[in-house]
Every structure is written in structure tokens, then in C-alpha cells.
């Protein structure tokens, strides 16, 4: 079922060293070009190793279960929610040519409401069970409304053609407006730490539309198909993977790979519904692998932007193998269509005649795909029914009061709540919070972080350091010390991107005599700044895509730096590291890494990832947070200066667990 143009081919082979960019690279602030070969190298090393040790259909059914609790973990899907009651409501009916729509909601969890529209066939025969589509809306912006307004087309030709369709409205541009866009341009980088991604609102509202689906008595459990565009292409591969009860998927330009999202910057193109946290580092194609193999139509368009041809070839080569481990290499196909990012009449047909291959065992060519579309542009829309008479909750009055819509992702993941250990427990305490951060936050870590490789002593005490291939760490001594004279201790202080000599005043009451003392400046901060833009936030969010997130790679600076530093003076002194603010938070979390640091000074740290400005770890916040870091330092020397010092009460009765109170100081 392949619709080629030789033109396509061309194009492809043309552009399969290079592949598709979105827009020119950053080359305005000096350290650009380091973080984008950084990216680049990490998203080779993680695309290479798809199919790694997988031979055979029986390696890939091994792997399966873990993979599964793996992809739904970094939809923040694990452990899965309970399937609470749906309590869905009929709000209205409208009959059509030869169909109904029924407008309805249900929740897919307590609360939060899904409104949809189902488009069934005017006439069922009694005891008639009838193959269902599920059908995920991509971004339309139809207002008050709801998205689901603009794919009423595919509905209607569904209900005419014998099937029941659920056609939803997403999260963002639904009925109740809620936000896809929370790293992308509204700055909620707690979303990280709390494992919090719209995509995973998306596949859980899809997986309950199939509870909803299965549950009617005109449906057939056994003939379900999901399909959508765009954004609706993604979600089709995030509830097909995640529901084997979708036996039939036709996501339309859905999916590229890590390649073209963070190397070819396509990332900057999406919003973040199009992404999970790569929390165990799958090349992206393992995502759509999960559906194999169960049918699967993958569609694109050859001028697609947002879904290059390069990416488009590399996925459906990967997926055409897995395929083949089965001997079902038949049920997995591919379309191309010549044109942009939008459907066009062969996609449509494409599409319907797929789902009746296998659904309704009818290969019959599709002739009708034209029928009742959306035609126009802005206000000179022309639809077969109004947007309006569509509406679940035809008054802002009648939405409900107690909604979680617009607040869900303060809900949707939970939050660790980390008791302080009895005394005698701590080792073992610790051990398992420490197990937990190492598998979901800071996985891409060795087993220990080697120290920094000297690249250029600019003077006796200022270098030029390589914490990791290609990233640049500067550690330059303050304040002038006398080298001729015995080290005491070292403290090495973390600079922050708005720090100046003013702010070191607090590190300079805390050295004493025979300190030394040094800063600092971890990635993306003074000569290594990179460029960035708001939205997109291009380096933020590519390194989710990679399992990590930009202050796991400053951890990384301080311990590398910190190791060097212990080099130099011998292990005969100790070293501290010291940081204010969000500086302090990254400082521990080096100490919780290395064992080589001796202590940590902080002064007036952020109490909770949560907080504004605070560092942001991938899944943190399904683990523990910044009081129980703190607290996991003992019982080595921990100083914190300033008010908030009197706020951590939980931190002192670790210590105090350990039978190290006076190895806490505030100060």
C-alpha cells in the first residue's frame, strides 16, 4: 500500500547524511557549539543501540514486560493509575445523514474530564457488536468548542461506513483548556522533577476512551482501531503501545526520531504532548515497536517539517525489522503522501481502507473519503455540523466546578513522601532512596564520575577543565592564597549564571585560615553560556530526550571538578563544595555522588524542587526531595547559612538518626 513519487526518493537519498534541520543551529553565545556536539554525540551513542542483542521474536517477548513498565514509567504512568469508575454522561444527541453523535465526558481519573463526541451509525440491528476507532485529535485551535470539532469528517465517514468512533479532545484546545506547553514556553520545569509530561494526560485519556469503547454493548472488544494526526499521530502510538486492545493503529505524521528531534533541532517544532522523559534512554523507535505486531499503517507527508523524510525512513526501516523477527512483516506498511503537514485524500483513503482490511476483512478501494470535510480557512470555515452543536458542556456554566483539567499536572504524577529514618535504619535508608535515584534520575551516571581532564592552566591556579568529552568546566582560585604554605582544606565554590563578587561574601566568612578557595563555573554559565530562546528552549528539553536534564550535567561538572581538585592537593585534604541557592542543591547532590567530598555549605537553598528556580532532575520528586538530600549527607559536615536554615527540621532529625547532630550547622 506504498504511495511513492520518484521525486520522494531523490529527496531521501539527497538528505540521509544531513538529514531535515528545523531552523538554523545557535551560534550566538560562546557556548553553542559545545552543547549542541553534546547533544548530538549522546543521541547517536542512545539511537544506535535500538535491536541491540535482539535476535529473534522470542529475545524481543523477553524484553517486553520490562519494557512496558519502563515506557509507562516515563509517561508517569507508573505504577498505572486505578481505573476508577468513568461515570461518562450523555450531555446531547444530533442526528445526521445515515448517523448520531452523541456528545459526552467522562474521567479518566477523578475529575479530570474528557469531553468527546461518538459518531455511531443510525441503524444497529439488535445484539449487533460493531469494530470501533478511537480517534485522538492533533492541535486545532477551535476555541471553546474543543478540537474534536475539526476531525468531524472522519467520524461521520465511520459511523456511515458501520464503525462506532470516540473522536477525543486533547488536554490543551480541549472544552477545558488546560496546558501541553509547560517547558516548552510556560517555564514549569518542576515537570521534570515530578515526571509530569502531557503525554502521558493523552495515552491515559485514550486508554479510558477504550474502557469506554469496550464497555458499550454495540461495540466489538476484539475490532478496535486508533488513529489520529500530528499530534493525534503521536498519541496513537502512545495508547497503541500501551493498550494491546487497540489491534489496529494508523498514526499520520506522528513520529520522527532522536536524530531529527535533538540533532536536526525538529524538538523546536513540537510542543511537549509529542514527548515522554527518555528517563531509561530508548532510541525513540522502541516506542512504535511496542505495537508489533498488531497492524500498523505509518503514514507521513514528504514536505512534513515537523517529520522529516530522513526520520520517517529510519522508523519505518527499524519497525519493518521488528516486524520481520515475527514472520509479519505484511501487516506493517507505510504511506508517503506529496505534500505539507495536513491530510490529503490519499492519506484518507489510506487510512480507512487500512482499518476495513483489519477490521472488517474488506480490502474493498475507499471512493468516499471526500465527503463532509472541514473546507476553508478562519472565519470562512464551512463544516457539515456547526462547531457549536457539538459542544459537551454547551455553557461555560455547565463545566464542571470541581475540574482538575487545569491544574492536573500538579496531580497526575504523585509525589514521594520519604519518612526520616529510625535510628539503626539509615544505611539501609538511604541505600534504597539512593537505588531509586540512580535507576530513574541520574541513570546516565557511571558507577563513579571520573575527575576532570585538564585542558589549559590559563594561570598557576586558574584552568580549563573537560568534565566529559566535549563539556568545559573553568575552576579559577578567589581571594589569592599562599601555595607555599600547607592546604588546609579546599572549598570550592559552585557559580550560578547571575553570581557576582558581592554574592561570595558569605563563602568568604565561611573560609578560614589555611582555606583555599575556588569556584567553580559548570556548563552553560559565563564562557560556556548557550544561546536561549523562550519558547522553544531548545537545550532544556533535548536533554529529557536523552534521559537527563541540564543541572543532572552540572552535578556531573561539580564531582568531575571536585575529583581534580582532590588530585592536585592529595587525599590529605579535604575538600568542600559550597553553593547559594539553587548552587547549594546541586553542591549536595555532588556530595550524595561522590564520596571524596568532605562537606557541604549552603546558603538559603530552595526547600523542594518544586520552588521557583530550583534545580530540576529528572523524576526526582517520585523519589525524594531536597530535605532528604540534605539529610543523606550525614554524617558528614553540612552548614547552612541564612533564614531557611530554621526550616529544616527533617534534615537535623536524619542527622540526629545517625547520632551526627553536630556534624549539622546552621548558621
Known amino acids: 500500500m506504498r504511495f511513492w513519487h520518484k ?118 440491528g439488535v445484539g449487533q457488536r460493531l469494530p470501533a476507532v478511537l480517534y485522538v485529535c492533533g492541535h486545532s485551535m477551535r476555541g471553546r468548542n474543543g478540537n474534536k470539532t475539526a476531525y468531524q469528517s472522519h467520524g461521520i465517514w465511520f459511523a456511515r461506513h458501520g464503525y462506532v468512533c470516540l473522536v477525543l479532545d486533547t488536554l490543551q484546545l480541549g472544552e477545558i483548556a488546560a496546558i501541553h506547553h509547560g517547558t516548552y514556553r510556560e517555564g514549569r520545569w518542576w515537570w521534570h522533577s515530578r515526571g509530569y509530561t502531557s503525554a502521558g494526560v493523552e495515552c491515559l485519556n485514550g486508554i479510558r476512551g477504550i474502557d469506554y469503547l469496550v464497555s458499550r454493548p454495540d461495540v466489538d472488544p476484539q475490532r478496535i482501531a486508533v488513529t489520529g494526526i500530528s499530534g493525534g499521530g503521536a498519541a496513537t502510538f502512545w495508547v497503541a503501545a500501551a493498550d494491546e486492545r487497540a489491534r489496529v493503529a494508523v498514526p499520520v505524521s506522528g513520529m520522527a526520531d532522536l536524530p531529527s528531534y535533538v540533532t536536526n533541532r525538529v524538538i523546536n517544532g513540537h510542543c511537549d504532548c509529542m514527548f515522554l522523559y527518555n528517563t531509561f534512554q530508548w532510541p525513540w523507535t522502541r516506542i512504535a515497536a511496542l505495537v508489533a505486531p498488531r497492524p500498523m499503517l505509518f503514514t507521513n507527508s514528504d514536505a512534513d517539517r515537523i517529520f522529516p523524510m530522513d526520520a520517517n525512513q529510519r522508523v519505518i526501516n527499524r519497525l519493518e525489522r521488528v516486524y520481520s523477527l515475527y514472520g509479519k512483516s505484511d501487516l506493517v506498511d507505510s504511506v508517503v503522501s506529496i505534500g505539507g503537514h495536513a491530510y490529503r485524500e490519499d492519506i484518507r483513503r ?121 563539556i568545559e568546566v573553568r575552576l579559577q582560585s578567589v581571594g589569592g592564597f599562599d601555595l607555599t604554605k600547607d592546604c588546609r582544606r579546599v572549598l570550592m565554590v559552585v557559580r550560578s549564571a547571575d553570581s557576582t563578587e558581592r554574592d561570595l561574601d558569605w563563602m568568604r566568612r565561611a573560609r ?56 592536585k592537593y592529595g587525599e590529605g585534604v579535604p575538600v568542600y ?12 547532590y555532588a556530595a550524595l555522588w561522590e564520596r571524596d567530598i568532605s562537606g557541604v555549605m549552603v546558603s538559603e537553598p530552595p526547600l523542594s524542587h518544586m520552588d521557583a528556580g530550583a534545580p530540576q532532575f529528572l523524576n526526582v520528586l517520585r523519589v525524594c526531595n531536597i530535605p532528604d538530600v540534605l539529610g543523606m549527607l550525614a554524617p558528614r559536615e553540612l552548614t547552612v547559612y541564612g533564614k531557611r536554615a530554621d526550616l529544616l527540621g527533617k534534615v537535623a532529625e536524619i542527622y540526629g538518626a545517625v547520632g551526627a547532630s553536630s556534624k549539622f550547622i546552621r548558621e
Open 512 to 567: 578560614k585560615p589555611g582555606d583555599y578557595l575556588y569556584v567553580c563555573t559548570p556548563r552553560g554559565i559565563d564562557g560556556t553560556k548557550w544561546t536561549r530562546k523562550d519558547p522553544p528552549n531548545y537545550v532544556e528539553r533535548s536533554h529529557v530526550l536523552l534521559g537527563r536534564t541540564v543541572d543532572t550535567g552540572r552535578v556531573w561538572d561539580i564531582i568531575a571538578a571536585a575529583r581534580y581538585v582532590r588530585g
Open 7 to 124: 521525486t520522494v526518493i531523490v529527496l531521501i537519498v539527497a538528505s540521509a547524511a544531513v538529514g531535515q534541520e528545523y531552523g538554523q543551529s545557535d551560534k550566538g553565545q560562546p557556548g553553542d557549539e559545545m552543547i549542541q556536539g553534546y547533544l548530538s554525540r549522546e543521541t547517536q551513542n542512545i539511537h544506535e543501540g535500538f535491536m541491540r542483542d535482539v535476535e529473534s521474536s522470542e529475545d524481543w517477548e523477553k524484553l517486553r514486560p520490562a519494557y512496558k513498565q519502563e515506557y509507562f514509567h516515563m509517561l508517569g504512568l507508573w505504577p498505572m493509575p486505578e481505573k476508577t469508575p468513568l461515570k461518562a454522561t450523555v450531555t446531547g444527541s444530533l442526528k445526521g445523514d445515515g448517523y448520531v453523535v452523541d456528545m459526552l465526558h467522562y474521567q479518566s481519573m477523578p475529575r479530570l474530564y474528557v469531553t468527546a463526541n461518538l459518531y455511531r451509525p443510525a441503524k444497529v
Open 350 to 470: 489510506a487510512a480507512y481502507r487500512f482499518i476495513n482490511i483489519h477490521l472488517k476483512n474488506d480490502p474493498s478501494p475507499i471512493t468516499d473519503s471526500e465527503m463532509d470535510l472541514v473546507t476553508g480557512t478562519g472565519n470562512n470555515q464551512r463544516h457539515p455540523i456547526e462547531p457549536e452543536r457539538l459542544r459537551v458542556f454547551g455553557a461555560d456554566s455547565d463545566i464542571p466546578k470541581d475540574e482538575l483539567n487545569t491544574t492536573i499536572d500538579r496531580h497526575f504524577v504523585p509525589m514521594a513522601k520519604v519518612d526520616p529514618p529510625r535510628k539503626g535504619e539509615f544505611k539501609s535508608w538511604k541505600a534504597a532512596i539512593l537505588r531509586e535515584l540512580r535507576r530513574v534520575t541520574f541513570r546516565y551516571f557511571p558507577e563513579r564520575i571520573p575527575a576532570a581532564r585538564l585542558l589549559e592552566q590559563v594561570k598557576p591556579d586558574d584552568a580549563r577543565l573537560e568534565s566529559e568529552p566535549g
Open 577 to 588: 563544595v559550597l553553593g547559594e541557592g539553587a548552587t547549594g542543591v546541586l553542591a549536595a
